[in-house]
């Protein structure tokens, strides 16, 4: 097959006309810049692009590592920048959001018609008694009500934990029980594949169980019967039309370090962690990288297609975008719905110039063939995205022609809920290889090392480390600070690294790939699930003694890794193909559909270290006909 055009080999050569628009087109002179001086670097442009009520004393403290402040003592909001300062400008009668539901019904909020509800709602928060520091958790489908309302906790200094709608009762209850919540938001459904996630009965199921919630506040988007308690209950829009919600509410003067939201997500072992992410240094962060990564224009319309529910959606539908005064477009619903050219359609019909997804979409929609995407005009793109798991070189040489039109470089973004945004990217201006994310943004220091903490040779896998902070990471887990160093900080704690848990190789020019994760995270189509969670909703199905879950590629090649499950049943209980398909179901119920294993086998034993731990990565290397490894540390 003959390349694509701008290719030389291998590598993509973005054309002169990209590289001389583009924010930054010399990548090497500013990431020099940054290394030598990170602090100089970031402080200037805190400085320049952004509104502080009071200036920071220093730029980076990091006298307390790995406890690093940013910006200290600075006062700041970022809904400051994201809509108030907004008010002041032409960006007022902006679109800040476009949104289309799964019906086809659209939604256009200019800056200050979005202004308008977040400040309404943030009154009526304040006014049912939710303060500074409180949690206040969000359960919702895709809809502009979802961004409000983390808009509107961040407005008056409340953190939001927004809990993805794909999730399930068991999931739900565990991070409003882990973060002390006393109000949860949520809708009576969202519109998936044309049927309802009924959002408000799993709602009802968690809240009657939880211990912390006193209200739970509920848009009505499908309009179909839900439960509404009384006394504890109520609609969103009755609420919305008091006296109370106020469309001129204040933004509270936050400190620069004090919390931002949290976000619950899985780690190495036990429970999800709660990801707490700041004011200052996140604003500052995502809105830089989206700028410098995806060049944003006052011209453009940015879809970033993910879920608001995970930090993808966080920094780059709700933030970071407002934070530039860019236009958004959102989109409710199933890809292939009502047809496998949804997608298509809704880039030619808001004339989209940047589409920003997981490989697990595009090769979902790689298996409808050429002729969906061919039904449409796509000349409006002139940037593609991608994030969530390695994209394998199929998968992005067919985004790259026939969605691109080999005319969009593909940003290859690879970064964590923990690191707040893009980490490891291209900018429109450098050279791509398919398949790498190619090196580390402007400051970051990234390699790939030994056991040791020594560099490996070229093309060698190895312990994917960073080795300097930066503005938007992690400030700490919430409520769990030694966790927080046992978790990054521990394996390099002599060299003070970070440890994002992803092993890698490092190419002859310094280009990053990126293989997978090295702990019990398993990505299936992009979302990050944790062994641990999956295993205790198995256990709680009252056949189970014991359960094991692994990650393996995806045989059919759409979802990247998919869930197998080993089962030790209890007496009385007997393998069978019935009970397989019931624990599928039972880990669907009390998780959400995503966390469903592929399949369950039943077996006697599990193997295990002599002090009782699960050795997942005997089983896997099991399945996958591997070397099993260093076996001293099994029990028998
Ligand atoms: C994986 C999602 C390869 C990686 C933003 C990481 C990637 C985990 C990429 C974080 C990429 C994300 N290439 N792998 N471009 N992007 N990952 O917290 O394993 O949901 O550690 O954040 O996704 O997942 P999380």
Redesign the pocket.
Known sequence: MADDKNMVGDVYFPAPEVVSAAHISDYDKVHQAATEDLAGFWGKIAAENYEWYKPWETVLDDSNAPFYKWFVNAKVNIIHNALDRHMRTDTRNKAALIFEGEKGDTRVYTYQQLNHEVCKFASVLRSMGIDKGDRVTIYMGRIPELMIAMLACAKIGAMHSVVYGGFSTEALLGRIDDSKSKLLITCDGAWLRGSIIELKHIANEAVDRAGTIQSVICVKRTGHEVKMVSGRDYWYHDLMNLPVADPKAKTEVMDAEDPLFILY?SGTTGKPKAILHTHGGYMVWTSTTLKWVFDIKPEDVWWCAADPG???GHSYIVYAPLVLGATSFMYEGAPTHPYPDRWWSLVAKYNITILYTAPTAIRGLMRFGRSWPGKHDLSSLRLLG??????NPEAWKWYHRVIGQERCPIM???????TGGYMITPLPSVPLKPGS?TRGFPGIQVDVVDEEGDPVAANEEGYLVIKAPWPGMLRTIFQDPDRYVQQYWSRFAEQGWYL???SAKKDEDGYIW?I??IDDVI?VSGY?LGTAEIESALVSHAAVAEAACIGVPDPNEVKGNIIKAYCILRQGFEPSEKLSMALRDHVGHEMGPIAKPATVEFVDGLPKTRSGKIMRRILKARVMGQDEGDLSTLAD
């Open positions: 997500t995970w930090i993808t991608s994030v969530g798991e390695p994209i290859d973004t690879w970064w964590q809920t923990e994310a994002p848990g992803d990126v997978g994760r990505k990050r």
